[in-house]
């Protein structure tokens, strides 16, 4: 255990940890961005991840070079459109059912904190309303006006620790689960310990450099499959 705190709450990111949505992105993201004679590629990928949304559109636009003639509503009219379709049929990831209904029946307060709006995240989740009852409430940053800056600012973990009924001690008891370099940033800067579990086919060339410094991460796995409990003094399955 990296930690000599006790792990009393846990929060969840969504995309990319619970669902596997993020290949979803990714083709709604290039249709959109391909209209307008751009392509879209894993390094606007990790930059996007985590922000609200209007607040990802924007910086999407200006990396590639069009925000002087496309606006935010032109690329969310192609952009939303494709998520309609796609998002709804989003599976849930290898590991997710296990852990959640695992936190649930140990009695650990359990929370979503992600940069989706309402209008998405109702989207995503409408195929798993039996397993979100695990959870005792959600954060949706993308449309919450509690959430000042989306990812990588702390903001949204710290609205979601202030929301447990019973709110941890100090940040370092609740333990996070997260899939992007953005949401990591966050949790870490809110003072949350830490799990990243970073999608392969997201990694750029530049991947080692880009998450040196991102500490302390208390363990890095490949799958939510690979979380070993008594590894932080909790219960075993």
């Known amino acids: 255990m990296s930690s000599s705190h006790e792990i009393t709450h846990i929060i969840f990111d969504f995309d990319g940890v619970i669902v596997d949505t993020e290949k979803t992105y990714s083709v709604a993201n290039d249709a959109a961005l391909q209209t307008f004679g751009r392509s ?7 930059g996007m991840m985590g922000r609200k949304k209007t607040e ?14 496309v606006t935010v509503e032109q690329y969310d009219e192609i952009y ?16 997710a ?6 936190f649930r029946r140990n009695n650990f307060p359990l929370a979503i904190c992600t940069g989706s709006n309402t ?23 993308g449309d919450d006006v509690e959430v000042k800056a989306g990812k990588p600012a702390p903001d949204a973990y710290i609205v979601t620790m202030k929301r447990f009924p019973s709110p941890p001690k100090m940040a370092a008891n609740v333990l996070v689960f997260e899939d992007s370099i953005n949401g990591v940033r966050s949790s870490l800067a809110a003072g949350c310990q830490t799990v990243f579990i970073p999608q392969d086919e997201f990694k750029t060339h530049d991947w080692e450099e880009r998450i040196a410094d991102i500490k302390p991460l208390v363990e890095t796995l ?12 909790l219960p075993s399955f």
Do not use: C, M
Request: aromatic share 12%; hydrophobic share 40%.
């Open 119 to 141: 209008e998405e995240f109702e989207l995503k989740s409408r195929n798993i309303q039996p397993l979100l009852k695990n959870f005792d409430f959600f954060v949706l940053a």
């Open 80 to 95: 939303d459109k494709q998520l309609t379709t796609l998002l709804p049929n989003a599976p849930v990831l290898p590991g």
């Open 222 to 233: 490949s799958s939510l499959e690979e979380f070993k409990p008594e590894k932080y003094g």
């Open 97 to 102: 059912v296990k852990l959640i209904e695992y």
């Open 40 to 46: 879209f590629n894993n390094t606007l990928k990790n």
């Open 56 to 69: 990802a559109v924007q910086w999407i636009l200006q990396q590639t070079g069009i925000a002087d003639h």
